[in-house]
């Protein structure tokens, strides 16, 4: 009797965690639908969103089963979701007993992220390589450096305090331009403007933009719209902060 | 010219690391970026506007991706999400934001265009991307068993 509440809770939890690591929408409904199929649930119906999952199995027998999830929009982690998508493909061709996928599953989730020390340097040398790539000189690129690693690490420093998005997006992109505008005052060869533009990349809602388009082409409208708002006001967010200093430095006539 | 490459390499893979891309998959992760960024610029060398390059890269990009996810048994965005990094307008926003701020109406809405026609290339290349049939991508690997 408790079995059909079993699987659809590794359906469901398996969603869950695909979906709090930035999947689109659509994967996730088909990864718990395999999963239903793969332990012979016939009659179920599932429904995803980008914040949420609902699902029911065997309504119309005895042990009918349904579940609600809440899953708010959390950062990206590819790895996860290469993972699950690999368990999910070993629960599909059967090789993967119910006992054992709940144990990979909890082994799936619990992917580290990389050490912190990593995640500066890379955001470092990414800020770097954009600022050149969009037209700064070697100079330039080295100013992104140190912006793009002190972005990463006030951002891991406000994701410790729970910060809200757009108070991370907004004071952000504010440091990366003060930064750069610090380094152009102290050396004026220094074009600022490529310096910002490298260092906003971490920030700039590449994804959100990518995993909304995805859900619009799939038909999940609903999604869709969540993401596109979602990098839309991520912009806005980046603007004001991007905005703001650079009017402060020009009261102070240093431009 | 190669060595923008050999950097839009590099800046893919850090961004690649930063969202903790299987390690397997980083070098690909890398190819995608650059394979997009070769085809951006390939436009923009041919006279091409900034959303047409972005279309054609895009689109590149997305064939790509899912070649190689169905080629490792990997999901799509692995590959897609690291790879649409050079080509998303962040350069767009800032100019944008900057012009508003300087009080250049003009010149801030001309790159506001622009950056909502580019964002809309973007969209529309992994669009056009996704509309090729699935068939043709599961067909790579049992083509390389073949061999």
């Not at chain 1, 493909?89 to 144990?103: F, G, K, N, P, Y």
């Not at chain 2, 048994?73 to 926003?93: R, S």
């Not at chain 2, 809309?120 to 061999?147: D, S, Y």
Request: aromatic share 10%; net charge neutral; glycine share 8%.
């Amino acid at each position: 009797m408790a079995v059909t509440k079993e699987i659809l809770a590794l359906a469901v939890e398996t969603g869950d965690a695909l979906l709090r690591n930035g999947a689109e929408v659509y994967r996730v409904e088909d990864t718990v639908m395999h999963i239903l199929d793969a332990y012979e649930i016939e009659n179920y119906d599932v429904y995803v969103l980008s914040n949420g999952i609902f699902a029911s199995a065997n309504e119309d027998r005895d042990d009918s089963c349904s579940m609600v999830r809440h899953v708010p929009l959390g950062s990206t982690h590819l790895g996860r979701i290469a993972a699950l998508n690999e368990l999910s493909r070993e629960i599909c061709s059967h090789e993967c007993s119910l006992q054992d996928a709940w144990v990979r599953l909890d082994h799936c989730k619990s992917i580290p992220c990389n050490r912190d020390i990593v995640q500066f340097f890379f955001c470092g040398l990414g800020s770097a390589s954009f600022g050149y790539l969009f037209g700064g000189n070697l100079t330039d690129a080295v100013s992104a450096f140190a912006a793009g690693t002190l972005l990463q690490i006030f951002l891991n420093f406000l994701s410790r305090r729970k910060t809200s998005k757009f108070t991370k997006n907004i004071l952000g992109s504010a440091l990366v331009t003060m930064i750069s505008l610090l380094a152009y005052s102290m050396e004026p060869g220094i074009q600022y403007d490529k310096v910002i533009i490298g260092a906003i990349m971490p920030l700039v809602p590449g994804i959100a933009l990518t995993t909304s388009i995805r859900d619009l082409f799939n038909g999940d409208y609903l999604s869709g719209t969540i993401h596109m708002i979602d990098a839309v006001l991520t912009a806005f967010c980046i603007a004001v902060g991007v905005g703001a200093v650079i009017t402060l430095y020009r009261m102070g006539g240093a431009i | 010219m190669l060595l923008q490459l050999l950097i839009c390499m590099i800046a893919t893979i850090s961004f690649a690391i930063l969202f903790t891309a299987p390690k397997s998959e980083l070098i690909f992760c890398g190819l995608a970026g650059t394979l997009g960024w070769f085809f951006y610029l390939i436009c923009i060398d041919q006279g091409a506007g900034k959303p047409v390059a972005n279309l054609v890269a895009s689109f590149a990009l997305t064939v790509f991706s899912r070649a190689i996810a169905s080629m490792r048994k990997n999901p799509v965005t692995v590959y897609l999400i690291a790879g649409i990094f050079p080509l998303v307008p962040g350069a767009g926003i800032y100019n944008m934001s900057f012009y508003f701020i300087m009080n250049e109406m003009e010149l801030c809405s001309a790159a506001g265009m622009e950056t909502i026609k580019v964002a809309g290339a973007i969209v529309l290349g992994i669009i056009f991307g996704f509309t090729l049939p699935q068939g043709w991508f599961n067909a790579i690997p049992k083509w390389k068993k073949h061999r």
